[in-house]
């Protein structure tokens, strides 16, 4: 009698427990979630890391709301993805978004055996959960009556109000040592405008601002350095990072040429172009304003310029 | 579905968490395995609270999330401090203790 009757509650329970279109979704995230999981660990900037993880846990929070669990979905989405993981950006951005793992192993075979550990792991589990007599899962219908949020309540006021109490205990100490984890003591005195001044001047460096790429040179790209006024390039006005570049004499070998002089030739023919260009506007303009008496002027100048040129 | 299947893949991103906090070299990371880890767990208490048609899985996993959420507040602030110190976020680099 109470075999059939175990029998008849575990089929009303199975029939409670079916949900249309369970197993599309079931397998569309698992298939999401452990893809993002091993892009996770497999991803070498950590930004991309801490996005991947934002998928896996979107996905689970669409699991738990397949699993008649809506308040923690809605709290694993507010929680998770929306706290915790912006949490995680934030401190990345103040580390800094570019670090990234150094592929040194400071164990030797430390890969190699971890892998073989998490087959194993996985394989234990397995075996686990095969050995284990699950049955089918009596669904959530009759505790989810009065509404999934109203039975944890009740259950998290009655049954562990003592664990819920001791939590808020848990989140004071959390915000306290993070504040006490945060907090710089400052042990010397603010420097003053004044005190900065004078240490840029006492250090007897080049205390205005550095030159500006580009200056004087035949070019003005960022990475061309400025010309000093006795011809040599300046060092001080590229920046660092970019003046390590190495590939910037390729990009530049049309604008200087193979030689020197050929460099210098090909300036000397672009200079003559442009007086010449400029001795017909004159010679136009000598056509039009015919009879004056400055008309001589602009000639003069260009062919000033083409003997300098030469 | 049966619960075998949610568990299967609680198990799975579970180990890859693991695996995770093995391989990687940036604390950042490590933490973030971790919580892989915490979320996959969680995911086997809500799978368990449906096979047994009980709320206290539900009850457990939510605890798990307020003492994850805790800890994460607290570890970035020591993965904070440390970059401060030494300007490095990598686990090799933390190895005082060591000698």
Request: aromatic content about 6%; overall charge negative.
């Amino acid at each position: 009698m109470s075999a059939s009757l175990a029998a008849g509650h575990v089929l009303a329970g199975q029939v409670a427990d079916k949900q249309s279109g369970e197993p599309f979704f079931f397998w569309l995230l698992a298939a999401v979630s452990v893809c993002a999981a091993l892009g996770m660990i497999f991803m070498r900037k950590a930004v991309h890391s801490a996005l991947l993880l934002a998928t896996v846990m979107l996905s689970l929070a669409a699991l738990y709301a397949l699993q008649d669990a809506p308040f923690l979905a809605f709290v694993q989405v507010i929680v998770y993805t929306g706290a915790v993981l912006m949490l995680f950006l934030f401190v990345l951005m103040l580390v800094g978004v570019s670090s990234t793992d150094s592929l040194v192993e400071t164990i030797r075979g430390q890969r190699l055996w971890a892998g073989i550990g998490a087959l194993g792991f996985v394989a234990l589990l397995a075996a686990g959960l095969g050995n284990a007599a699950l049955g089918d899962s009596t669904g959530l219908k009759a505790a989810n009556a009065d509404g999934n949020v109203i039975g944890l309540a009740r259950l998290l006021f009655k049954n562990y109000v003592f664990a819920f109490e001791a939590t808020s205990a848990l989140l004071i100490t959390a915000a306290l040592g993070a504040m006490v984890l945060a907090h710089r003591e400052r042990v010397e005195p603010k420097p003053t405008q004044r005190d900065l001044s004078k240490g840029r001047f006492l250090s007897g460096d080049h205390p205005g601002p550095l030159p500006g790429p580009g200056t004087y040179a035949r070019h003005n790209a960022v990475d061309m350095p400025a010309l000093l006024p006795d011809g040599t390039p300046s060092e001080l006005s590229v920046n660092p990072i970019i003046a390590a570049r190495t590939d910037t004499v390729e990009r530049h070998s049309d604008l200087l040429g193979e030689t020197e002089e050929e460099a210098a030739g090909q300036d000397v023919a672009a200079v003559r172009a442009v007086t010449a260009r400029a001795e017909d506007a004159g010679a136009e303009s000598r056509v039009v304003k015919a009879g004056t008496q400055a008309a001589g002027g602009p000639a003069a100048g260009t062919d000033a310029e083409g003997e300098a040129g030469q | 579905m049966s619960p075998g299947h949610y568990l299967a893949l609680s198990a799975i991103l579970f180990t890859i968490g693991a695996l995770g906090v093995l391989v990687r070299r940036n604390a950042i990371v490590v933490f973030m395995c971790v919580e892989l880890m915490l979320n996959a767990t969680n995911l086997a208490f809500v799978s368990f609270s449906r096979m047994h048609g009980e709320l206290d899985g539900q009850i457990i996993a939510f605890f798990v999330m307020v003492v994850a959420a805790a800890e994460v507040v607290v570890g970035l602030a020591i993965i904070m401090t440390i970059f401060r110190t030494r300007r490095s976020s990598s686990v090799d680099d933390a190895n005082l203790l060591k000698y």
